[in-house]
């Protein structure tokens, strides 16, 4: 089942969080168009009100957006959990405890000099010191839109609309070296990422996260969702 699809069949309580209600963000006065640029107008148009305002606000250098929410579930297979592990090399962008739930913080700011947007998450781990994955998505390469996790490493994304979320799919593996970019063999992908958005209603939103590779099948799934400012 597709991550499009586990999300319509998530318990209810995913699309009636308690604090339902809550008033979407407004809009800046300058209109972001990049995520709008990358889909194309027919696809931008098939997204939910609330999620083209979030993909289309403006950040100024010191403005800062925070999502707060809820991991719901975390699974990670035995490959899964080696890869997570192995990543720490690199930042430890992956969730890093099978079966972890609870809190999570979603931090979104702007940075001309990396030429993007820099994400900060933050999420919880009974009984250990909360987690926090940084990135940073720029603008650019052969899909428009990167994503770089640490230590050079990163990846093109492909972002699409689908069934009313918008998706972004890894679209292949680099490493960077100053102006170099090197591409890294197929052989050593850690599997296929794809990450949806999906709107709840209500100012609620939900986040999933899936690695699958083409021998060992799916490695890590994240499911969480969160709110509007």
Same mark, same amino acid.
């Given at each position: 089942?597709?991550?499009? !699809?586990?999300?319509?069949?998530?318990?209810?309580?995913?699309?009636?969080?308690?604090?339902?209600?809550?008033?979407?963000?407004?809009?800046?006065?300058?209109?972001?168009?990049?995520?709008?640029?990358?889909?194309?107008?027919?696809?931008?148009?098939?997204?939910?009100?609330?999620?083209?305002?979030?993909?289309?606000?403006?950040?100024?250098?010191?403005?800062?957006?925070?999502?707060?929410?809820?991991?719901?579930?975390?699974?990670?297979?035995?490959?899964?959990?080696?890869?997570?592990?192995?990543?720490?090399?690199?930042?430890?962008?992956?969730?890093?405890?099978?079966?972890?739930?609870?809190?999570?913080?979603?931090?979104?700011?702007?940075?001309?000099?990396?030429?993007?947007?820099?994400?900060?998450?933050?999420?919880?781990?009974?009984?250990?010191?909360?987690?926090?994955?940084?990135?940073?998505?720029?603008?650019?390469?052969?899909?428009?839109?990167?994503?770089?996790? !640490?230590?050079?490493?990163?990846?093109?994304?492909?972002?699409?609309?689908?069934?009313?979320?918008?998706?972004?799919?890894?679209?292949?593996?680099?490493?960077?070296?100053?102006?170099?970019?090197?591409?890294?063999?197929?052989?050593?992908?850690? !599997? !296929?990422?794809?990450?949806?958005?999906?709107?709840?209603?209500?100012?609620?939103?939900?986040?999933?996260?899936?690695?699958?590779?083409?021998?060992?099948?799916?490695?890590?799934?994240?499911?969480?969702?969160?709110?509007?400012?």
């Amino acid at each position: 089942m597709s991550v499009v !699809g586990k999300l319509k069949n998530e318990p209810s309580r995913l699309a009636t969080p308690s604090d339902a209600g809550l008033p979407h963000p407004a809009p800046s006065s300058v209109e972001d168009i990049r995520f709008r640029t990358l889909v194309g107008e027919a696809a931008w148009a098939q997204l939910p009100d609330a999620v083209r305002c979030r993909f289309s606000r403006h950040l100024a250098p010191n403005e800062t957006i925070i999502y707060r929410g809820e991991v719901l579930r975390t699974r990670l297979s035995r490959a899964g959990r080696v890869l997570a592990f192995l990543a720490r090399a690199i930042g430890a962008p992956l969730p890093l405890s099978d079966g972890a739930t609870g809190p999570a913080l979603v931090v979104v700011t702007e940075d001309e000099r990396l030429g993007g947007q820099c994400w900060l998450r933050i999420y919880s781990r009974p009984g250990r010191f909360p987690q926090a994955i940084h990135s940073a998505k720029r603008f650019r390469g052969p899909t428009g839109l990167e994503e770089y996790v !640490g230590r050079g490493i990163g990846m093109a994304l492909r972002v699409t609309v689908e069934d009313g979320a918008l998706i972004f799919r890894s679209a292949g593996y680099f490493l960077a070296l100053g102006a170099w970019r090197l591409p890294i063999p197929r052989l050593l992908h850690p !599997g !296929g990422m794809t990450i949806a958005h999906r709107d709840l209603g209500d100012g609620a939103f939900a986040f999933t996260l899936e690695v699958k590779h083409r021998l060992a099948g799916q490695l890590v799934e994240q499911i969480a969702y969160f709110r509007d400012p």
